[in-house]
């Protein structure tokens, strides 16, 4: 009884991990989200404010994708943050370094598709989750968690 016991423990355990996306490799690869590349002009800014975010295919040590997202103020930088998705022991993460934090935040990307891709880190303040969906030359940004939610709208240049 007790073997079978642990038996049914170890598949309860190792069962979900099995079927998520990416823990396996079945996840979209950085190629996949290729689409995000260029240069998106945020439509949505705060009054006297303007921002973009700029994707381009990593030419660092680092592999995958590397991006800025920028917000000003007249001439001024009021924030600015460096981002990256890339592959780490075959899963796929969006990666964010922004002021405030002591490192980059590694979001884990666990759905993707043609045109989006969501990611969460729970253990994270704020956001605990970014979603990404592109439609055409527009993409909508969600960030979220603990029960608020920031949505940003974006026009490809």
């Not at 993707?112 to 891709?117: L, N």
């Amino acid at each position: 009884m007790k073997k079978v016991t642990v038996i049914l423990l170890s598949l309860s355990l190792t069962i979900p991990v099995l079927g998520q996306p990416g823990k396996q490799g079945t996840l979209a690869s950085v190629e996949s989200l290729m689409w995000l590349e260029g240069r998106w002009d945020r439509t949505n800014a705060k009054a006297g404010q303007e921002g973009h975010e700029r994707w381009e295919k990593s030419a660092s040590s680092r592999q995958g994708l590397q991006g800025f997202g920028v917000t000003k103020s007249g001439a001024d930088t009021v924030f600015l943050e460096k981002l990256w998705i890339q592959s780490v022991h075959d899963s796929l993460f969006y990666i964010a370094d922004v002021p405030g934090n002591q490192k980059p935040v590694y979001f884990f990307i666990h759905e993707a598709g043609a045109s989006y891709f969501v990611c969460e880190n729970a253990d994270h303040d704020f956001p605990k989750k970014i979603v990404y969906r592109r439609r055409e030359n527009e993409l909508h940004v969600t960030i979220s968690g603990d029960g608020k939610s920031i949505d940003f709208q974006f026009h490809k240049r």
